[in-house]
């Protein structure tokens, strides 16, 4: 009796999955041919939905992202690391046959005077005409003048040691931030002659002018 009643219900039970199993897939089938679009749903992945890349080995690289997943709908599939060459930019290399270089036109310069608050330094001139070609390599490397005439006023202070200590751009004209900054730095630091007071300031005046060709 107890063998007969266990027979029905295995049976039973196995009669009750056969007809879920089978609702479920009518369900399916409905949805698929109700709505075309919904048969991509099915089965779905909860992870990446729009599909996984993966590395050849069973192991997952990375879920993919729309657009990846629409081309290769359509036929050709990007990659996704590719980028687009940038574009040939006129400053970088040397100019083309139909491309005119920057017109810098030639330099000349006139350093000096130095101009000096209080006392003398007799030796400030000579000392900063010494680096002449260093001032006009700065402002030629920075983008030249853009008139026909530049200036850069370079001040600093001189203690007893003799030299140049805190020179700052007092006045630029015609010329970039970066050209003057660059003249201050050679200026820094350089020795220009004792002064006859214990610290003096003093004021340095390079002029550029640039050539008609």
């Given at each position: 009796m107890i063998r007969t009643l266990g027979s029905r219900a295995i049976i039973l039970g196995f009669l009750a999955t056969a007809a879920l199993s089978a609702v479920t897939l009518g369900a399916l089938t409905q949805a698929r041919a109700d709505d075309p679009g919904k048969a991509n749903r099915y089965p779905y992945d909860p992870v990446c939905s729009w599909g996984r890349i993966a590395d050849g080995r069973g192991m997952m690289v990375r879920c993919m992202k729309q657009s990846e997943a629409e081309a290769?709908?359509?036929?050709?599939?990007?990659?996704?690391?590719?980028?687009?060459?940038p574009a040939p930019s006129s400053s970088d290399g040397p100019p083309g046959p139909d491309e005119e270089p920057p017109d810098v036109?030639?330099?000349?310069?006139?350093?000096?005077?130095?101009?000096?608050?209080?006392?003398?330094?007799?030796?400030a001139l000579k000392k900063l005409q010494a680096p002449s070609d260093r001032y006009?390599?700065?402002?030629?490397k920075h983008g030249g003048v853009t008139k026909a005439?530049?200036?850069v006023q370079v001040r600093?202070?001189?203690r007893e040691r003799g030299r140049a200590e805190g020179?700052?751009?007092k006045l630029r004209r015609a010329v970039s931030e970066k050209a003057a900054a660059c003249i201050a730095d050679v200026v820094d630091r350089r020795f220009v002659g004792h002064p006859d007071v214990p610290i003096v300031g003093a004021t340095l005046?390079?002029?550029?002018?640039?050539?008609?060709r």
């Amino acid at each position: 009796m107890i063998r007969t009643l266990g027979s029905r219900a295995i049976i039973l039970g196995f009669l009750a999955t056969a007809a879920l199993s089978a609702v479920t897939l009518g369900a399916l089938t409905q949805a698929r041919a109700d709505d075309p679009g919904k048969a991509n749903r099915y089965p779905y992945d909860p992870v990446c939905s729009w599909g996984r890349i993966a590395d050849g080995r069973g192991m997952m690289v990375r879920c993919m992202k729309q657009s990846e997943a629409e081309a290769l709908l359509a036929g050709a599939a990007p990659s996704p690391t590719a980028t687009p060459a940038p574009a040939p930019s006129s400053s970088d290399g040397p100019p083309g046959p139909d491309e005119e270089p920057p017109d810098v036109g030639k330099l000349t310069m006139d350093v000096g005077p130095v101009k000096v608050d209080s006392g003398t330094l007799p030796l400030a001139l000579k000392k900063l005409q010494a680096p002449s070609d260093r001032y006009l390599e700065c402002v030629e490397k920075h983008g030249g003048v853009t008139k026909a005439d530049g200036e850069v006023q370079v001040r600093f202070l001189v203690r007893e040691r003799g030299r140049a200590e805190g020179a700052v751009v007092k006045l630029r004209r015609a010329v970039s931030e970066k050209a003057a900054a660059c003249i201050a730095d050679v200026v820094d630091r350089r020795f220009v002659g004792h002064p006859d007071v214990p610290i003096v300031g003093a004021t340095l005046i390079v002029k550029f002018s640039k050539a008609a060709r």
